[in-house]
C-alpha cells in the first residue's frame, strides 16, 4: 500500500476501484466452468496466500480460494461499516 501511495488517493477513487475490481473478479467467478471450480489441487500456495489459510499438504479446490476471497471482503466491509457507524455517533450524524 506504500509503494502505491494509495493515502494519496482521494477516498471515493480508491471505494470506485475496489467496488471495479470486485464487480470484475465476480464475473470471472460466475464463468468458471464448474468442473475447474472442483478440480482438487494438491500444489497450492494457500498456506501463504489465502485469508484463512490451508496447510501445503491439504488438497484444496478454486472454489475455496474464491470463497475465501468473497469472506475476506466480507470482513472488510463489516469493518468498514462498523468504522462508519463509530464515526457517525462521534459526530452527531445519523445513517
Do not use: C
Request: hydrophobic letters at 35%; glycine letters at 2%.
Amino acid at each position: 500500500m506504500r509503494v502505491q501511495r494509495y493515502k494519496d488517493e482521494t477516498w471515493s477513487q480508491l471505494v470506485q476501484l475496489w467496488r471495479h475490481y470486485n464487480l470484475h473478479l465476480l464475473h470471472l467467478m460466475s464463468n468458471v466452468p464448474e468442473q475447474t471450480l472442483t478440480k482438487p489441487r494438491t500444489r497450492h500456495n494457500l498456506h501463504q496466500l489465502a485469508w484463512r489459510t490451508v496447510s501445503e499438504s491439504e488438497t484444496v479446490t478454486l472454489e475455496y480460494f474464491m470463497r475465501d476471497y468473497i469472506q475476506h471482503l466480507q470482513h472488510h466491509l463489516s469493518q468498514i461499516f462498523e468504522a462508519a457507524a463509530s464515526h457517525s455517533a462521534r459526530n452527531g450524524l445519523s445513517n
